[in-house]
């Protein structure tokens, strides 16, 4: 169980790109820095309004002087200090995340990224040669994966409790996109907007946070092929989706099935997932992620509650409160952030063997995900059509 004992010798000098009092992720990024006194915010180019940024960054307690204008500004200016900055969270719009995270990593600093990371696989890959050219660390905040039991679930997959897995349902749905764009504010605007969102909404937005915890749970399947429906209920959206729905077919027999839309109206935002072995099943909802249920073929149903000493070691080593009281989203969101800071640590001590066994949403899983959007895309693109995975 986690209690608040530093994890890595001293904070990280830490800075963010991105992230300001109009955004909507960057407390989501400062309430998982913060927690466990392994980052410490020092400067920041919080907003493209430089004077709203500063009054931002100064009321965050940032000094004055280190809150910069613009991006360019703030990478020059951490550089050329003794005590400038070493990693830096970029909380852009997706058209921007390439250029700023390549600009970074020239720059010697380690970057922690949202995500979809980038537009394409071949963007995904210049950014990897460089960050091991570099001996960088690249971090992507899935954040809902640092939930105690999405490692439980990932744990008795691994223990072979489920048996052989058959089905993958997941679903990650809510209402807030249900009516036009009109009036709408600017972070819905560059989400509907090829040019700012790249290729995709939901399913770059929230399509994928399923895949990448379908990952962390079933790191041993792969996807053989897939046919993905999208469709922009809301005309002006188009080309982009605002609903979503992708079969799959794994490498081991399995099927899969993903819903993912911003258009299912009075839902206030929900993920599920299902998991379906040849001898039991498990699910999971991050509306009530302190459970999980455990269903046995021919036995009662189970509910599996976090922080008990009945689980796996995996989940408990990831508990923060405890099994009386429910962990959220941003206790994951913690979990992420000291992962990532664990990462950079022993990259900057040399401690490859401790990076070879640890788990972090790094640069493979941002990938991963870049690549399945892409061949959601085609599929779409052909009509709905199965494509083969590459």
Request: hydrophobic letters at 40%; proline letters at 3%.
């Amino acid at each position: 169980m986690l209690n608040g004992e530093k994890k890595i010798a001293r904070p990280l000098r830490w800075g963010m790109v991105g992230g300001g009092r109009t955004g909507q992720v960057g407390y989501k990024h400062r309430t998982g820095a913060l927690r466990d006194g392994t980052y410490q915010l020092l400067a920041g180019a919080f907003d493209l309004d430089a004077d709203r940024g500063r009054d931002f960054g100064t009321n965050l307690g940032v000094a004055e002087d280190r809150c910069y204008a613009t991006y360019q500004d703030f990478i020059a200016g951490e550089t050329a200090r003794e005590d400038g900055v070493e990693v830096v969270s970029i909380a852009t719009p997706n058209f921007t995340h390439f250029e700023i995270t390549m600009a970074c990593l020239k720059a010697g600093l380690h970057v922690i990224c949202e995500k979809p990371l980038f537009f394409s696989v071949a963007e995904c890959d210049a950014v990897a040669k460089l960050a091991a050219d570099k001996g960088l660390i690249l971090g992507v905040t899935y954040g809902f994966t640092g939930h105690p039991l999405v490692h439980q679930m990932a744990a008795m997959v691994k223990k072979g409790m489920l048996g052989d897995i058959r089905i993958v349902d997941m679903q990650y749905t809510h209402g807030f996109n249900s009516g036009d764009d009109v009036g709408a504010g600017e972070a819905v605007k560059w989400r509907t907007n090829p040019e700012t969102a790249g290729p995709t909404f939901v399913l770059g937005d929230i399509g994928t946070h399923l895949y990448y915890l379908s990952e962390v749970v079933l790191p041993h399947m792969k996807i053989e092929k897939l046919l993905c429906d999208r469709k922009a209920f809301i005309a002006t959206r188009a080309p982009l989706e605002d609903h979503a729905t992708v079969l799959t077919h794994y490498d081991n027999g399995a099927r899969g099935r993903l819903w993912a839309s911003s258009v299912n109206a009075g839902n206030m935002g929900s993920q599920r997932y299902r998991f379906v072995g040849s001898k039991a099943s498990l699910e999971w909802s991050d509306a009530h992620p302190d459970q999980l249920i455990y269903e046995v073929q021919g036995e009662p149903n189970r509910t599996l509650h976090h922080g008990m000493p009945y689980l796996e070691d995996e989940s408990l080593a990831a508990d923060r409160m405890g099994a009386l009281h429910t962990e959220g989203l941003g206790d994951s969101w913690a979990n992420i952030y000291l992962w990532i800071a664990q990462a950079i640590d022993a990259r900057m001590r040399g401690d490859e063997a401790f990076l070879q066994t640890h788990h972090y949403p790094g640069i493979e899983a941002g990938t991963e995900g870049v690549r399945w959007l892409e061949n959601c895309v085609r599929s779409a693109d052909a009509g709905a059509a199965w494509v083969e995975y590459n």
